[in-house]
């Protein structure tokens, strides 16, 4: 049975990575903050609880943070690294955002190198933000595609501070694999936003993920009339398909070495709303009611063939994705 360092275990991603990996029967170690997040994963998984441990991970951001996560007996095979800020507020973007995603990332190569010789494979999960080229759209959008958001750029502009920490991290990722030849290969997993069901430990909707807190305001009536905010992102993924996608990158061989840009494909508020009305009829009073539609006319292409492809994933429609996103979140109301 394969052994599996997924960092980030308590996060709306993390939460269906793991759950994945434990339904395809891997032995997982998730890396939390604290005892009291790793009790609770544990006691969500109480059936596969003989395949599950977790170790205290306190900040990413600090040197040598993973030194000591990624020693084990018997030793991990891979490393899933998901853990990374993605916050709705901060006050500094160098602190807050910039060095936890770089510095984590850079941390746990190094440790990986030092410490875990079994490691055969690191997936890492970058981000649409490492792809996304506003300056100057491609045409279509595919693996070959880079920000090109400076330092300068995402520490002097607060927008472009996440953007940017993903951008940058992943630059560091490769260029460490490549200048350091470690005895494990990488593989980056791409997604935009991602939306889908919550099933972390979350105390109430006011501490919600950042990515699905758009489809919590629909369903709480925050946008009533005919104004949408700016959609922003017109591609999405189901959570699910995101979890198998990082699984998968590490069971098929030929994966090593490579980005997958996992998007599900084109989205934006109205069409998101008229899947929670669709799938949520009862809410209907509560969702604006016929709200112009920002989706451009010369919307940029997706190329999301490698991950379907190469993967085999594929992808839940947005119907599905927001309607079981919604029931996940009445349960909070
Ligand atoms: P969450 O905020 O739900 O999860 C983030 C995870 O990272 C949590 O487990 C969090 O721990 C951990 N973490 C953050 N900062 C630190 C730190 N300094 N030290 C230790 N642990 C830390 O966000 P998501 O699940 O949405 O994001 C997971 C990954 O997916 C990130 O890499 C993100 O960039 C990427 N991603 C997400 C997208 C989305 O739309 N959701 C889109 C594209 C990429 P804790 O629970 O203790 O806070």
């Known amino acids: 049975m394969a052994k599996v360092l997924l960092t980030g275990g308590s996060g709306f991603v993390g939460a269906h990575i793991l759950r994945t990996l434990l339904e395809r029967g891997y032995s997982v170690t998730a890396t939390v903050r604290s005892s009291e997040k790793g009790d609770k994963i544990l006691a969500s998984h109480a059936t596969h609880r003989s395949r599950l441990s977790y170790v205290i991970v306190k900040d990413i951001a600090e040197e040598f943070a993973f030194d000591l996560a990624v020693q084990s007996s018997p030793p991990f095979d891979y490393v899933i690294h998901s853990a990374s800020p993605f916050p709705v507020d901060f006050t500094d973007p160098v602190n807050d955002v910039l060095n936890p995603a770089i510095n984590g990332t850079i941390g746990i190569l190094k440790a990986v190198k030092a410490h875990a010789p079994g490691v055969k494979r690191v997936v890492i ?138 998007t599900a494909g084109y989205c934006s508020h109205k069409r998101i709303v008229d899947a929670i009305r669709e799938t949520h009829p009862q809410l209907s009073a509560r969702l604006p009611d016929n709200p112009i539609d920002d989706f451009p006319e010369n919307c940029y292409g997706y190329d999301n063939g490698r991950v379907r492809n190469m993967l085999a994933v594929e992808f839940r429609s947005l119907h599905q994705g927001i309607g079981d996103t919604v029931s996940s979140l009445l349960r909070f109301m």
């Open 125 to 262: 999960t970058s981000s649409f933000a490492a792809i996304v080229n506003t300056s100057c759209p491609p045409k279509v959008y595919d693996e070959n595609s880079w920000n090109p958001v400076t330092w300068e750029e995402a520490v002097a502009n607060r927008s472009l501070a996440y953007r940017g920490s993903k951008a940058f991290a992943e630059r560091s990722a490769w260029d460490f694999v490549e200048g350091e030849k470690p005895g494990f290969d990488l593989v980056t997993i791409n997604p935009p936003l991602v939306y889908g069901p919550v099933i972390h430990s979350l105390e109430s909707l006011s501490g919600l993920n950042t990515s699905n807190q758009r489809i919590r305001d629909f369903v709480l009536g925050k946008h009533l009339g005919n104004e949408l905010p700016p959609t922003g992102t017109f591609l999405w993924v189901d959570v699910r398909d995101l979890a198998l996608a990082h699984v998968r990158a590490i069971e098929v061989p030929a994966a090593g070495g490579r980005r997958f840009f996992t």
